[in-house]
């Protein structure tokens, strides 16, 4: 693959620390949630993290689907539900994710046909196939 573009994030403290873009664009703190035995309070988490993007990569994919199909849309969304659980194989842990989309104007049964469209061509649907269990649903 020849790399269009590069992310570069660094951490420091794990779970319990910061994390910062190289471009300063993201500078956030780190807080694990009281569901997995940490403090909570001010600051994201990995699990929010991977949502925001994932969300965000796969409505794209959703508007090149819908631009390749010519359909008009007013509006589209994705929540992005990220899971975390342990993973009864191995003791650790490991995700689930449920992606819910809308197109504003279009039947239910066609949107979930988009979604599942836009779940082929996403690059972290790709990242993720065989490795984390997704779902794509329509609202």
Known sequence: MEALYVAEATSRGGREGHVTTSDGTLDLNITSPKGLGGKGGDGTNPEQLFAAGYAACFESALQLVLNKERIKAERTEITSHVSIGKDPEDGGFKL?????????????DKVQELLEKAHGVCPYSKATRGNIEVTVKAK
């Open 96 to 108: 689930e994710v449920e992606l819910v989309g809308h197109v504003e104007g279009v039947e239910r």
